[in-house]
């Protein structure tokens, strides 16, 4: 379970929360500064902000967490066919006007088709 956290691109997303994190204290403190040194409100406003932003994208970092340690990892296993063109299915029943657009767009993606391979 914890060895997906310690993947090479998961590491490097903790280094960067973290440091992500740590910046939004320095920029807080910066604003504060500013601020007590005859900033106006839009200062001390930056000063809240900057550390709720902070702590703001650690709580969405842990949501990610989260869902990647409940994640099926099977999930992410591909098939062994692989589709590379599906026909569009045309919905007959209900509204002829619906199935009738629907045969249109099919007309012109198998022209299109078409063209692209003359080339």
Same mark, same amino acid.
């Not at 310690?6 to 500013?34: E, M, S």
């Given at each position: 379970?914890?060895?997906?956290?310690?993947?090479? $691109?998961?590491?490097?997303?903790?280094?960067?929360?973290?440091?992500?994190?740590? @910046?939004?204290? !320095?920029?807080?403190?910066?604003?504060?500064?500013?601020?007590?040194?005859?900033?106006? @409100?839009? =200062?001390?406003?930056? @000063?809240?902000?900057?550390?709720? *932003?902070? !702590?703001?994208?650690? /709580? /969405? *970092?842990?949501?990610?967490?989260?869902?990647?340690? =409940? $994640?099926?990892?099977? %999930?992410?296993?591909?098939?062994?066919?692989?589709?590379?063109?599906? $026909?569009?299915?045309?919905?007959?029943?209900?509204?002829?006007?619906?199935?009738?657009? =629907?045969? *249109?767009?099919? %007309?012109? =993606? %198998?022209? @299109?088709?078409?063209?692209?391979?003359?080339?």
């Amino acid at each position: 379970m914890l060895p997906r956290l310690l993947t090479p $691109r998961w590491v490097l997303l903790h280094l960067l929360i973290t440091a992500l994190f740590v @910046a939004t204290f !320095f920029l807080g403190y910066w604003q504060l500064t500013k601020a007590e040194n005859g900033g106006g @409100a839009v =200062n001390w406003s930056y @000063a809240l902000q900057w550390p709720l *932003y902070g !702590f703001m994208g650690l /709580f /969405f *970092y842990g949501k990610m967490v989260k869902v990647e340690l =409940n $994640r099926d990892p099977d %999930e992410d296993e591909p098939g062994q066919d692989v589709v590379l063109y599906q $026909r569009p299915r045309i919905d007959t029943t209900g509204d002829p006007e619906l199935a009738a657009y =629907n045969r *249109y767009l099919a %007309e012109l =993606n %198998e022209k @299109a088709l078409r063209g692209r391979d003359v080339g």
